[in-house]
């Protein structure tokens, strides 16, 4: 059975840091995995994701701003999140997916079938 335990969020001002972290009980080598976030009242949306060669994408609301990385020993899949904004406000979900997925996919969620439970990111002005 697939889990996905997700960590590192909270509260800080705009301008500062989080890292997010998100613990699998699967070898992650073989899966497709990403980040999304969802803000009360709007859809889910891909933030950053990583495909099985390390390829990344990014949402342009995040690029320079984040990074997606994961260490395939640890089972972990990390997001480092610099310079946020209150419009980064969410809670952040980790998804992973073992299915091929084309670069322009990576940031869809429909394509992902194994979700954590969230971590929420709060920035405030």
């Known amino acids: 059975q697939v889990q996905l335990v997700e960590s590192g969020g909270g509260s800080v001002q705009a301008g500062g840091s989080l890292r997010l972290s998100c613990a699998a009980s699967?070898?992650?080598?073989?899966?497709?995995m990403g980040w999304f976030r969802q803000a009360p009242g709007k859809q889910r949306e891909g933030v950053a994701a990583?495909?099985?060669?390390?390829?990344?994408n990014y949402a342009d609301s995040v690029k320079g701003r984040f990074t997606i990385s994961k260490d395939n020993a640890k089972k972990t899949l990390y997001l480092q999140m610099n310079s946020l904004t209150p419009a980064d406000t969410a809670m952040y979900y980790c998804?992973?997916?073992?299915?091929?997925?084309?670069?322009?996919?990576?940031?869809?969620?429909?394509?992902?079938?194994?979700w954590g439970q969230g971590t929420q990111v709060t920035v405030s002005s």
């Open positions: 990583i495909d099985r060669n390390g390829n990344t």
């Open positions: 998804a992973i997916d073992p299915n091929y997925k084309p670069g322009w996919r990576l940031l869809d969620p429909s394509k992902y079938q194994f």
């Open positions: 699967v070898f992650t080598t073989y899966y497709y």
